[in-house]
């Protein structure tokens, strides 16, 4: 083998491992599981509460089952959680333009950073993520 093949043979295998390590690094970095223990922000029971707070337009439930976290506590109160609840139902139904003027009108920004009170409000879709 001459000497150049073993250089780019040596190269080759090195960006092989980098490679290797720094797409394994992302595959790593959810600790949790599916079923909501070990960090995963996802519960299935609070989200079924969540489900049946929004379904029977019940404030005090969602409140309670918020905890004060969140922008989300700061803006919706008893007298918009209607609309919330509206919004909520727009966006599991895949009407995302319907539902972001609700959003829009709430206060709540657009849900990607740039709305009042960026980093600080709703991350993603789901409006009652628990590891706030």
């Known amino acids: 083998m001459q000497t150049i093949d073993k250089y780019l043979l040596a190269g080759a295998g090195i960006l092989g491992v980098m490679t290797l390590a720094i797409t394994s690094q992302s595959a ?11 960090g995963s922000p996802f519960n299935p029971e609070r989200h079924a509460q969540m489900e049946q707070a929004f379904a029977s337009n019940d404030y005090t439930a969602w409140k309670n089952l ?3 976290r ?40 657009n849900g990607n950073g740039r709305g009042q009170g960026s980093g600080r409000g709703m991350r993603g879709n789901c409006p009652y993520n628990q590891n706030r």
Request: hydrophobic residues 40%; charged residues 20%; glycine residues 14%.
């Open 28 to 38: 790593l970095a959810f600790r949790g599981n599916a079923a909501g223990a070990n």
């Open 66 to 68: 918020m905890g004060g």
């Open 70 to 109: 969140g922008r989300v506590t700061e803006v919706v109160n008893q007298n918009n959680f209607s609309r919330f609840a509206e919004m909520h139902k727009l966006m599991t139904e895949g009407k995302t333009v319907e539902a972001q003027k609700i959003r829009a009108e709430l206060g709540l920004g």
